[in-house]
């Protein structure tokens, strides 16, 4: 009767694992989501503020022109 006993707690347990490997890995994905979600929404915002600066300001501040806005603000993933 005991073995009968382990052998199900064996089975339960593989199960309890399996759905507990399941959520974190959901977990996990939805928490990169919602960091590329708010990294790109800081990029938006980032456009749009270097959009409202003159052609003056951003030759000062960041040395570029109107058309490197975009270059510039994704520098990180273009080679």
């Known amino acids: 009767?005991?073995?009968t006993l382990n052998k199900n707690h064996s089975a339960v347990a593989t199960v309890v694992e399996a759905i507990s490997t399941a959520l974190m890995s959901v977990a996990t994905?939805?928490?990169a989501m919602l960091v590329h979600?708010?990294?790109a929404n800081s990029r938006s915002d980032?456009?749009?503020y270097m959009n409202n600066l003159t052609d003056v300001e951003l030759a000062t501040k960041y040395g570029i022109?109107?058309?490197g806005?975009?270059?510039y603000i994704f520098r990180d993933k273009m080679s």
């Open 1 to 3: 009767m005991a073995y």
């Open 29 to 31: 994905s939805f928490g």
């Open 37 to 39: 979600v708010a990294h």
């Open 46 to 48: 980032q456009v749009e």
């Open 65 to 67: 022109d109107r058309t």
């Open 69 to 71: 806005i975009v270059a």
